[in-house]
């Protein structure tokens, strides 16, 4: 069992889009024994849906949404998962600032070998080039899982 948390700053846009598309490539590929969860290294958006950008454009690429509400990034997390995974060089400051320094930390690009930042559609409001990312990212990652 590999249990995967995705992480963003505020958990409504990029890393439940990455939750989303993770579950459906895991569903597509009929794979059993990975699971998926997100989290927020801030407290901006606790509690709140993924961004309605984020809902669109899983929906127009017939992508389920994978229903969620933010949640923060705490350090038993550590524990409960086996890969912490965020988008940003940012994100991964924060989540060390959270939860340690620890060899689970791991930025999405890592397995498409590009090793960019996903670029935050809340500021960006380009949710179509994220999941482009994004779905690079994911595929790749499950290539390296197999
Ligand atoms: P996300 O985008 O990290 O991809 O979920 C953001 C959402 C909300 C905020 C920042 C980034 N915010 O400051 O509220």
Not at 75 to 87: H, K, P, Y
Not at 91 to 114: D, P, Y
Request: proline share 5%.
């Amino acid at each position: 069992m590999t249990r995967i948390l995705f992480v963003c700053l505020g958990n409504i846009c990029r890393s439940p889009m990455a939750e989303s598309v993770m579950t459906y490539l895991i569903k597509t590929r009929g794979l059993a024994d990975i699971t998926v969860s997100s989290a927020a290294t801030s407290r901006e958006e606790l509690g709140n849906p993924p961004h309605p950008g984020t809902q669109r454009v899983l929906a127009a690429h017939g992508i389920p949404l994978i229903p969620h509400r933010a949640r923060q990034l705490t350090v038993s997390d550590r524990e409960d998962f086996d890969l912490l995974i965020g988008m940003d060089s940012s994100n991964l400051r924060n989540m060390a600032r959270i939860v340690g320094q620890c060899g689970k930390l791991h930025r999405l690009s890592e397995w498409t070998g590009r090793n960019n930042d996903i670029a935050d559609p809340w500021y960006t409001g380009d949710f179509e080039s994220t999941f482009t990312d994004i779905w690079e990212g994911c595929n790749a990652l499950l290539d390296a899982l197999l």
